[in-house]
């Protein structure tokens, strides 16, 4: 099985930025879709962002389009997204999700879409 692992989170000034990352590691695979979701409290969990394995396709949430990046390195198994110009309303558990195996242009908005997920990373903006 595939297993992932977020990293990078953690407590940052409005206008600020961070790099989460999300390493997969377990059985082998040819391809791997990635995404991030997040979750602030009381609310449902939402997309941000996804890449296909072979970057090509790739797909942000309105919000996140211009400030946020997300980048694949395939030889590493991970994901990474750059978040710039952070603001209070990006406060949020941030979780990582995969698809294993759907073929390089593979790619989702939607949390079926995704079979494997990681324990998620906080990111929390202050004003």
Do not use: H
Not at 26 to 33: D, E, N, P, W
Not at 36 to 53: D, L, M, T, Y
Not at 56 to 82: E, P, V, W
Request: charged share 20%; hydrophobic share 35%.
């Amino acid at each position: 099985q595939v297993r992932l692992a977020e990293s990078g989170g953690g407590l940052v000034q409005a206008g600020g930025s961070l790099r989460l990352s999300c390493a997969a590691s377990g059985r082998t695979f040819k391809s791997l879709a990635m995404a991030w979701f997040r979750q602030a409290p009381g609310k449902e969990r939402e997309f941000v962002a996804s890449s296909s394995w072979s970057g090509a396709r790739k797909f942000y949430t309105d919000s996140a389009k211009g400030r946020f990046a997300i980048s694949l390195d395939n030889a590493k198994n991970t994901a990474y997204l750059q978040m710039n110009n952070l603001k209070p309303e990006d406060t949020a558990v941030y979780f990582c999700a995969a698809e294993v195996n759907p073929g390089d242009d593979y790619v989702s908005r939607i949390k079926p879409g995704y079979e494997v997920w990681g324990q998620g990373t906080q990111v929390t903006v202050s004003s």
